[in-house]
């Protein structure tokens, strides 16, 4: 029972990626679980999630049973080219600005704190010495 697998390429393997059509590469292997989609413990939603990249660690955080490794076999179609699937993405954080804690709200919150105090009492003493009789 020597049968050639196929080797896929990552471009033929993430247009697979509906419904009625999905493929998932798992180990360095190419799945058709279209089949499975309406049988799958977790809905169809969490194959789709797994599409367009290597869904080994997504396989694997799972911690699938050995009966669900072993129904794998019937879906198996061939085997990704890994020099096609792309370099894991490293997270770049976005660039922000220097944190100035002199120009938040907070800042200006406690400013006005002390300032509005200052204005009211200098306001009362100002009607208070203009208005006065004599």
């Known amino acids: 029972m020597a049968s050639e697998t196929k080797a ?14 999905c493929w998932l590469i798992i180990s360095g292997k190419v799945y058709d679980v279209t089949p499975f989609m309406d049988d799958h413990p977790g809905g169809d939603e969490v194959l789709l ?7 080994t660690n ?3 955080d799972v911690g699938h049973s050995d009966s669900a490794r072993d129904m794998m076999a019937k879906y198996l179609i061939g085997e990704i080219d890994a020099s096609t ?6 997270y770049v954080p976005p660039q922000q600005p220097p944190y100035n ?9 406690k400013i006005l704190q002390f300032l509005v105090p200052l ?7 100002g009607v208070r010495h203009f208005t006065k009789k004599e």
């Open 8 to 21: 896929f390429n990552f471009g033929e393997v993430a247009v697979h990626n509906k419904t009625k059509d």
């Open 49 to 55: 999630s797994a599409t367009g990249k290597d869904a």
């Open 58 to 60: 997504d396989f694997e």
């Open 85 to 90: 699937v792309p370099a894991k993405r490293i």
């Open 101 to 109: 804690h002199d120009k938040t709200t907070e800042f200006v919150i």
């Open 119 to 125: 204005l009211i009492l200098g306001l009362a003493y």
